[in-house]
């Protein structure tokens, strides 16, 4: 006889949780199971070793419009409240305060930081602000150090510095979850959906061959969700670059974050230098990017499932070809990407072109390739808009089945995505949302 819930969650990364801590605290469903293919919550890209740890605010990501910035500051500050109610001792094991920036080096990225630092930026960041050679030698020396006086140099000072162990942090959602006393939740380690089957009044999900039904399906499994939506027939206008970013670390030389100039329309940051909230001795580099033709960084078993989300026909084709060669930014950034991937030459290039940009000083000696670091961002290409698609995407499926891809931001992101999933499951499945304690507890819920 199969198990059955109200809503079953694919996936026990930082969204996974999200959604289980959302669902189970602000609707009246009475049931939901999480299951999670390994051992523990967020292993995979979740796990602090794969990403940047940066709770994004959207102040120094110079790539995104002022309206995802808009988006990205309101899903920070819902992860900000959900961690000002924990015990201080889990709280600083989620997240710390820290110093962020954003750096423009010579005249076109200086230019670039001056044409976003607008009125309407102001008006959203009213903490952020500009600084010159001066400040950044008082608070960031080593920028500094070591770099020739006649470099243009400005930042954007952010005063909303946040980094994230989004690992910690899906414990928290998952432990919070479980309070709900009124609410049955099984989370069930150890269990890899190999089947989902959708139909009008419910769904089934199989797990070694065990069934488990709901009245709604999440798919919040990370590069694995757009595999789900492929294999049951969605989603065919869709593909994914699973692209991979490696990490080198040095001693520790920054007091905080510090992000390169992104281009607009690139849909991941440059590379930047952060603290580890793990380790306060080091400070990180990166993330490159490469094409890691998989879906699990570190499981080459994972190459057959990475050629479903890619289906490779004429249409990706043409889509790669336009996204590759038809813009010199994305072209150059690939470019400078295989030479880093280089052995011995790969090193000394991203030290010269990408470090020495942040820490002049920096020596070759000092940086050191991060090993099993660095996790994969499913990146999402329209095909038929022969275009990438920025930040993250949800997939409905016909009868109550959601599928979350969530490259980067999507960590940041994940209260936000669990909010747009948690009011779905509540109207479909006809139950209350309770619309007054979220927005007490975690914010306003803005109509877009
Ligand atoms: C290099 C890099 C830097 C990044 N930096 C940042 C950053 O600074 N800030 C930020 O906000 N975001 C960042 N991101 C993005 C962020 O890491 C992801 O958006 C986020 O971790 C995605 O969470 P998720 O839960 O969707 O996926 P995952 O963490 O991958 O979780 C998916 C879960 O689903 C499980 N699963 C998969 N298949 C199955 C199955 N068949 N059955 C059961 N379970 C299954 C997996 O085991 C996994 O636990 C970065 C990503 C990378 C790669």
Redesign the pocket.
């Given at each position: 006889m199969a198990k059955e819930y109200d809503v079953i969650i694919?996936?026990?990364?930082?969204?996974?949780s999200a959604l289980l801590y959302t669902i189970s605290t602000y609707t009246d469903v009475k049931s939901v199971l999480l299951?999670?293919?390994?051992k523990d919550?967020?292993?995979?890209?979740?796990n602090s070793a794969?990403?940047?740890?940066?709770?994004?605010w959207g102040d120094v990501e110079t790539n995104y419009s002022i309206e995802k910035a808009r988006d990205t500051k309101e899903a920070s500050e819902r992860v900000l409240k959900f961690t000002s109610k924990l015990p201080k001792s889990e709280r600083d094991l989620d997240i710390q305060a820290c110093q962020k920036m954003v750096l423009g080096v010579g005249d076109f990225e200086v230019g670039r930081v001056e044409s976003i630092f607008t009125d309407k930026f102001r008006e959203l960041f009213p903490g952020a602000k500009k600084i010159g050679k001066d400040e950044l030698e008082r608070i960031e020396p080593n920028v500094m150090k070591g770099r020739d006086p006649k470099e243009k140099v400005q930042a954007i000072l952010s005063d909303a510095g946040y980094m994230v162990n989004?690992n910690a942090l899906a414990h928290s959602l998952v432990k919070r979850a479980a309070e709900n006393k009124d609410v049955k939740i099984d989370v069930m380690f150890n269990?890899?959906?190999?089947k989902i089957v959708e139909r009008e009044s419910d769904n089934s999900v199989f797990v070694n061959g065990d069934e488990y039904k709901a009245r709604f399906v999440d798919v919040?499994?990370?590069?694995?969700s757009l595999f789900f939506a492929r294999e049951m027939g969605y989603a065919s206008n869709l593909s994914a670059l699973e692209v991979g970013?490696n990490f080198y670390w040095s001693p520790k030389v920054l007091n905080g974050k510090v992000y390169r100039v992104q281009i607009g329309g690139i849909p991941f940051a440059a590379v930047h230098g952060d603290p580890d909230i793990t380790n306060p001795n080091i400070t990180r580099f990166?993330?490159t990017v490469s094409m890691a033709m998989r879906l699990e960084r570190y499981n080459p078993g994972t190459r057959m499932a990475f050629m479903k989300t890619i289906e490779f026909d004429s249409a990706t084709l043409a889509s790669f070809k336009k996204i590759f060669l038809g813009d010199s930014d994305v072209r150059r950034i690939l470019k400078n990407n295989l030479v880093y991937m280089m052995p011995v030459v790969g090193k000394e290039q991203f030290l010269k072109n990408e470090v020495q940009s942040i820490v002049p000083s920096l020596k070759g000696s000092e940086l050191h390739f991060a090993k099993g670091v660095?996790?994969?961002?499913p990146q999402v290409v329209d095909e038929k808009k022969m275009s990438l698609v920025l930040g993250e995407s949800k997939i409905p499926g016909r009868h109550n089945l959601i599928f979350?891809v969530?490259?980067?931001?999507?960590?940041?992101?994940c209260l936000s995505i669990a909010l747009e999933d948690a009011i779905k499951v509540a109207k479909l499945l006809d139950v209350e949302f309770k619309k007054d304690k979220y927005e007490k507890e975690l914010g306003p819920i803005r109509s877009k």
């Open positions: 694919v996936g026990g990364g930082i969204i996974g299951l999670e293919k390994y919550v967020a292993l995979l890209n979740s794969s990403n940047s740890q940066t709770l994004h989004f269990s890899n959906v190999t919040a499994a990370g590069t694995y970013g990166g993330p660095g996790g994969i961002r979350n969530t490259p980067s931001p999507g960590a940041t992101s």
